[in-house]
Structures are given as structure tokens and as C-alpha cells.
């Protein structure tokens, strides 16, 4: 009896499998179909995009403003959500490579490790546009350009913001830093940008530094152990919105008041952040902007009929202080 | 002499010694790092310092852990219990957030009911996966555990949706009798799962039918039954969870809400003694589990160590806590020691000693 379950068990479980592969491949079979028309020559350009994921409301926006950005365009787009995962990216991309699209663009999870997989489609001759994060490898020709936003020059923003507004602080002047994806493009420059920024001012010290993953959890559950750690902190950094909204809610348990007690600095300018900031919780923004969709439809189009571009493109940016965050607010899009 | 020698041995032997040995020796080094690691102070009327917050943060982990330890104790395993958080968290805020007074009572109770519901059909359906259809349970929970996800961000379309509910925030922050209320919450849950099983016979039938399926049908025991209902207890508590877990940044994110929690779950009930093998499972040592690896989790943050470090730190502490509970690797060190071979305990009449404890 024992001995029957157990050969029956495995047998089971192998067709589970295969039900699951042939779903898997009816997909894969849809999609490498309709690759093939939009694929064929004159007429439509067709972009493969893989996005990080849908971590933050910023990332949300970018999303938006690419779809509505190529269907503006007459751009036929593939879309990928890789969830954070570099081996989805991979995929994707791989993927682009065989249904043979015209353009690949992507923002890549983290920095290190894509030589092989542009190489690949360097290989295939598609042309490739590195959108909103950077990669480090050394062979610049894998990619045509990268088009986004300078975030060590947003982190160089925050930092100066607070080298001007603490000439007058007598002391030390305690910081504390929370981090993106321990690894990614912004967590790093952002943090070289701030630290190179708050040099200018022997004063400015960053007492603590950890990596809250750009989540609302993740900064709030950092902020929490900061706040017992360190009895005196004057100055949250933080390398997105959504850790500072985290984050604003362990100041408030703490029984501090954020703005005043805490001076807070955050990158982005979703809207939630937005909505901090008028509101006096945060004190400094350095915008982000996702609306690099129109840019990067333009560039795709270039690079299709074999234009020159430049190597570095930049997303238009600008601060918001809490002021000039009540004026923007209304007509803000994300 | 021997008395004190045996009630040391006793001691030492005890399946919960190593696993509060870890926890005392971790809250040690954080104090003796920062002296006021364990102080508690009264803040805004609650009791407010960081061993609060260990306790409070690690409420949904307890909860989902206790669900687990049932399902492995059937000696299967549920890995969607992340996406389970991930949907539950989703549909009750979707709710509230689409309602025109947040604070409504009814509101948040029809928004948890609808949440509950919906984990209640997902718990069936892996259920009926693994006890009706008979796949293995890895597998079957893997489709949920993938699809799971891309569930919750289609409840969310992609968005954190953020809330402002006074009720449902107090599912995460709320306090009671000074402490979180979470705290009460994941209490509540252990003291119902442990009277249910181990104060009636359904704890014994549980852990038979983990020990083996068929012979526990032949002597009477309604085996698929047992296997399906731990799949929906499994399910309900991680859909409370994740009701904490959103309600404590006040805001549903369908990508990161619970995500991974099914491994930290499987390492909690690991810590706590219960065999991956199943046919024995032990609540307390999931519990200390859970509280082990929330303040492994606190004390990176407390000593600020770097997060490119972070990682292999907690690496090395559960390695060390998975070796110190295995009894082979504990015997194979002490006879090194002692150097000659010390006869080992007869461990059949350990486990019969386990059992009626």
C-alpha cells in the first residue's frame, strides 16, 4: 500500500509539471506570434521594454509614461515586469532577442552582471537604450545610450540643500541615511552624490546608514531602530519618497514631530511625497522625474533609422521645498 | 549529585534550550553593544523601546509560522503563503480605500470579511491540490505561491494603495493594555491553534496523518480531511498577516507585502524542532523561531551593520542555530571533546517523552 503512494506521488507531480509547461508554452507560442507580424519589416518599430516592477508609485508612473508614450508614438510595445528580479530581466531580454524586435530597452535591476546578455544582442544587432538606471559595464558599445535621470547630481542637490540650511547649526549636526536595494544604481550614486555634497560642511556627520529597499515597510521598520540607537538626530536622508513615508511614521511613535524635530530630505517627488512636503512633514525633495517616455520614443526612433545619439541623455529635473511643492501640487501628474 | 547532574542533562536535552539559548545570547550582544537595547519606556501611554518592537513586528511572522508548523507537521509544505498576504492586504485596502468613510466600522469589517473569504478559497484550493487531486504539496502551492503574486498586483493594478483608516491601522498600530495590539492578535491565534490541537485529540491525529497518511486512514482517521483543513488554517493566518502587515505602513503593495515570508516561516518552524518530515510538531519552538529571526532582522539594524554584510551575518547566525539543534552535530561535538565516544541517548523513549509533554 505504502509502496504504491509512493510511486504514485512522483507520477502526479510530473504531470503537474507538464500541465504547467504546456500553459507556459501556449503563452510563449501567443506571444512569439504576434513578435512576428509586428516584427516584419517597413512600418511599425517594435520596442521590448523590461521594467524593474511596480515597487513605488514613481516606478508606476515610468510604466504609464512609456505606454502612453509609444502608443502616442505608433511604437508597438512589449512590455516586462521582471519584479525586482535581475534572472527576469535576463528573460526578457533573451526573449526580445528571438521574437527579433527592433529596439530593447530596459532599466536595469541592478548594475553589475549584463555584458553577456547585451552582448547577446549586440550580436543580433538590435540596439539597445539603458533607460532610468545605469549599467557599469566597461564595454560602452553594448548600449547606444542611457537615458535618465543624473542621481548622483540628485543626491549632490539634497546634500548642498542641507549644506545651505545648516551654516547656522551650532554642533554636530547628526545625519541618518536610509538606503535603497543594497547594489542598485541610485542607492549607490545617490549616497557618493549626498556624501561628496555634505563634505563641504565638517559639521554634517552620518551617524547611521542602512538599506530600507525602497519600501514604506523597509524604511519604516530602519527608522524605528535608528530613533532608539541615537537620541540626538537632526537630519533623515532618504533615497526615495516611500522609505521617508515609512519612515515618518516611526518619528511620529517616537513621540518627535517630523519637519521640525527631524529635518527629512527625500529623491522622487511622487505624490505622496509631494503631499508630505506641503504639508511640512518632509522639508526637501530632489525630483526624479518617470515622464521619460516621449524621450525615450524619440530615441528609439533615431537609433532605429541609424542616427547618431548621444551617448548620455538627461531627464528634465528640478527641487521642490515645501513651498514651492503647495504651488506644484495641484497640476502635478503622479 | 547525580540529581543536579541529571536535572542539568535535562535541561541541556530539552528540544527549547538551544533555540532560547540563541535568542538570550542575541538580545546579550545587543546589549552589551548598546546598553539601552532592552530598556522599555512609557511614551504617548504606550510602552514604547525596542524589544516592543521585536514583539510587534514579529506578530504576522508568528502567524503565519503557526500555519506553516501545521502543514509541515502533515509533512507538507505551503509556499504561497507570501502571496496569500500579499491578496488579503490587497482586497482589504482596495476596499477601503474605495469607501467614502475610511473610519466606518463596517466598512473595514466588510473589507476583512471579503479579504478572509477570499484567503478562505485559496486555502481550499490548495487543499484540494494536495489532499483530492494528490499533487505534491511544494508543487501545488508553488502555482500560488507565482500566480499569487501577479493576483495581488492585479487587485492593486500595479499601485501601492494607501490608506487612511483609522480601524484598520489599528490592526498593525493599534495598542491594547499598552502594548500593540498585533501583539495580542498573534497571542490569540497561538493560544486557539495550541488549545485546538493539543488540549483535543486533533493535534495527535494531525501529527499521525504526517507520520503516515495511509495507516492513519485504515485505523479511522479521515486522512485527506485532516491534509485540506491545514491548508485553509494555513491560508487564514497569513491572510491576517497580511492585514498587518499593510496596516503598518497604512498603504497595500502588492510586489514586497509578505514577500519571502514563506521562507522566514519555514526557517521559524525549522528553529523550533518540528521535522520537515513531519508526523511531530512543537507551537512554542515556532513561536521562539519567528522571535529569533525578527530580532536577527532588528539587531543588523540595531548595530548598523552594513547591508552588503547583512545578508551573510544572518547567513552565519542561522547556520549556527540550524547545527547547535541538530542532535548528530551536537553528539558528534561533545564526543570530540570529551574524546571517547558517549553512548547516546536511547531516543525512543525521548520522543514518547515529547509527545505526552
Known amino acids: ?334 | 549529585m547525580t540529581d543536579a547532574k541529571n536535572r542539568y542533562q535535562a535541561v541541556l536535552s530539552h528540544r527549547l534550550f538551544w533555540p532560547v539559548a540563541v535568542l538570550v545570547v542575541l538580545l546579550a550582544a545587543n546589549t552589551v553593544y548598546r546598553p539601552g537595547f532592552l530598556s522599555i519606556e512609557v511614551n504617548n501611554g504606550h510602552l514604547y523601546g525596542t524589544p516592543i518592537d521585536i514583539l510587534r513586528l514579529s506578530a504576522p511572522l508568528i502567524l503565519v509560522a503557526l500555519g506553516m508548523t501545521l502543514v509541515i507537521s502533515t509533512g507538507g509544505i505551503d509556499l504561497s503563503v507570501g502571496s496569500i498576504c500579499a491578496i488579503s492586504g490587497a482586497i482589504a485596502c482596495l476596499h477601503i480605500s474605495q469607501a467614502a468613510d475610511q473610519n466606518n466600522m463596517v466598512t473595514v469589517f466588510t473589507a476583512l470579511a471579503m479579504a478572509l473569504g477570499v484567503a478562505l478559497a485559496l486555502g481550499a484550493w490548495n487543499g484540494i491540490l494536495v489532499s483530492v487531486i494528490g499533487i505534491q504539496p511544494i508543487i501545488a502551492t508553488l502555482i500560488l505561491m507565482v500566480a499569487g503574486r501577479g493576483i495581488a498586483q492585479l487587485v492593486t493594478e500595479g499601485q501601492i494603495i494607501t490608506i487612511n483608516s483609522g480601524p484598520y491601522r489599528a490592526i498593525g498600530l493599534g495598542h491594547f493594555l499598552t502594548l500593540p495590539l498585533a501583539i495580542f492578535i498573534a497571542l490569540g491565534a497561538a493560544l486557539l491553534v495550541a488549545g485546538l490541537t493539543r488540549r483535543t485529540a486533533l493535534g495527535m491525529i494531525i501529527e499521525s496523518v504526517g507520520g503516515n497518511r495511509e495507516a492513519s486512514r485504515l485505523a479511522g482517521i479521515r486522512s485527506a480531511r485532516m491534509v485540506f483543513l491545514v491548508y485553509v488554517v494555513s491560508a487564514v493566518c497569513a491572510a491576517i498577516a497580511g492585514f498587518m502587515m499593510t496596516a503598518n505602513v497604512s498603504s497595500a503593495d502588492g510586489n514586497n507585502a509578505g514577500l519571502w515570508v514563506e521562507l522566514d516561516a519555514i526557517l521559524a518552524v525549522v528553529i523550533g524542532g518540528t521535522s520537515l518530515a513531519g508526523g511531530r510538531f512543537y507551537l512554542g519552538g515556532t513561536i521562539l523561531g519567528a522571535l529569533i529571526i525578527q530580532t536577527l532582522t532588528t539587531t543588523v539594524y540595531a548595530m548598523n551593520i552594513s547591508p552588503q554584510t547583512a545578508l551573510l551575518f544572518k547567513a552565519v547566525v542561522v547556520i549556527a542555530v540550524c547545527l547547535i539543534q541538530a542532535p548528530a552535530f551536537r553528539a558528534k561535538l561533545s564526543r570530540r571533546r570529551r574524546g571517547t565516544p558517549t553512548p547516546s541517548t536511547p531516543s525512543a523513549p525521548r520522543q514518547k517523552e515529547e509527545v505526552s509533554a
Request: net charge negative; charged share 25%; proline share 3%.
Open chain 1, 1 to 334: 500500500m505504502r509502496n504504491m503512494q509512493m510511486s504514485l506521488a512522483p507520477r502526479r507531480a510530473v504531470a503537474a509539471l507538464a500541465a504547467l509547461l504546456l500553459a507556459g508554452s501556449v503563452a510563449a507560442c501567443g506571444n512569439s506570434d504576434t513578435g512576428s507580424e509586428g516584427g516584419g519589416d517597413n512600418e511599425k518599430i517594435v520596442m521590448g521594454f523590461s521594467q524593474v516592477g511596480a515597487e513605488s508609485g514613481w516606478r508606476t508612473a515610468n510604466s504609464t509614461s512609456v505606454k502612453e508614450a509609444a502608443a502616442e508614438a505608433g511604437i508597438e510595445l512589449k512590455f516586462d515586469d521582471a519584479q525586482q528580479k535581475q534572472e527576469n530581466q535576463i528573460k526578457a531580454i533573451r526573449n526580445y532577442i528571438q521574437q527579433k524586435v527592433d529596439v530593447i530597452a530596459f532599466s536595469p535591476v541592478v548594475e553589475s552582471g549584463w555584458d553577456t546578455v547585451l552582448k547577446e544582442a549586440k550580436d543580433a544587432g538590435i540596439p539597445v537604450i539603458l533607460t532610468d538606471r545605469a549599467v557599469d559595464s566597461a564595454d560602452k558599445s553594448l548600449y547606444k545610450t542611457f537615458l535618465g535621470s543624473d542621481f548622483v547630481k540628485e543626491g549632490r542637490l539634497s546634500g548642498e540643500w542641507l549644506v545651505e540650511n545648516s551654516k547656522d547649526a551650532t554642533g554636530d549636526v547628526n545625519i541618518v541615511e536610509l538606503q535603497g536595494t543594497t547594489g542598485s544604481a541610485p542607492a549607490n550614486d545617490r549616497k557618493e552624490g549626498f556624501a561628496a555634497a555634505i563634505a563641504a560642511d565638517p559639521k554634517l556627520k552620518v551617524i547611521a546608514s542602512q538599506s530600507g529597499d525602497f519600501t514604506r515597510a523597509g524604511g519604516k521598520q530602519v527608522m524605528e531602530q535608528f530613533l532608539k540607537a541615537h537620541p540626538k538626530i537632526d537630519v533623515l536622508f532618504a533615497h526615495n519618497d516611500d522609505m521617508g513615508l515609512g519612515a515618518l511614521e516611526a518619528i511620529t511613535a517616537a513621540g518627535k514631530t517630523p519637519g521640525k524635530d527631524i529635518t527629512i530630505i527625500t529623491i522622487d517627488a511622487v505624490k505622496d511625497g509631494m503631499q508630505a512636503l506641503a504639508d511640512g512633514k518632509f522639508n526637501f525633495i530632489a525630483e526624479c522625474s518617470p515622464l521619460l517616455g516621449p524621450q525615450l520614443m524619440e530615441l528609439a526612433k533615431k537609433v532605429h533609422a541609424g542616427e547618431e545619439v548621444p551617448a548620455r541623455v538627461e531627464t528634465e529635473e528640478t527641487t521642490f521645498t515645501q513651498e514651492q511643492a503647495k504651488a506644484a501640487l495641484p497640476t502635478r501628474k503622479y
